[in-house]
């Protein structure tokens, strides 16, 4: 059975950085694209990026661009997301994600594998 194991999470102060990875516990050959999601207490679950595994395509929401960047490593079968700046609004559970549909990839319904999650928490 496949399983999405995140780490790399942690504590760090208001403009550090953190580097979160994806690794899959066994082969995902139905897999077209990755992605990040958080989600922080009290809210929904949201899109943070993504990355298909073939062209290295990527995609973010607007409030991570320029700080954070997703990556794969194909021969590892692992994706990385490395954020820099980090502000305390970043402080969420960051889940990981695999899915076998093109396109959309800011909406939760798309993945079909997700891990367990990564807490990320951001100090003033």
């Known amino acids: 059975q496949v399983q999405l194991v995140e780490s790399g999470g942690g504590l760090v102060q208001a403009g550090g950085s953190l580097r979160l990875s994806c690794a899959a516990s066994g082969r995902t050959p139905n897999s077209y694209a990755m992605g990040w999601f958080r989600q922080a207490p009290g809210k929904e679950r949201e899109f943070v990026a993504a990355?298909?595994?073939?062209?290295?395509?990527?995609d973010y929401v607007d409030s991570v661009k320029g700080r954070f960047t997703i990556s794969r490593s194909i021969a590892k079968n692992t994706v990385y997301l490395q954020m820099n700046s980090l502000k305390p609004e970043d402080t969420a559970v960051y889940y990981c994600a695999s899915t076998y549909i093109r396109g959309n990839y800011y909406i939760t319904d798309q993945y079909q594998l997700w891990g367990q999650g990564a807490q990320v928490t951001v100090s003033s």
């Open positions: 990355i298909t595994w073939s062209s290295g395509n990527t």
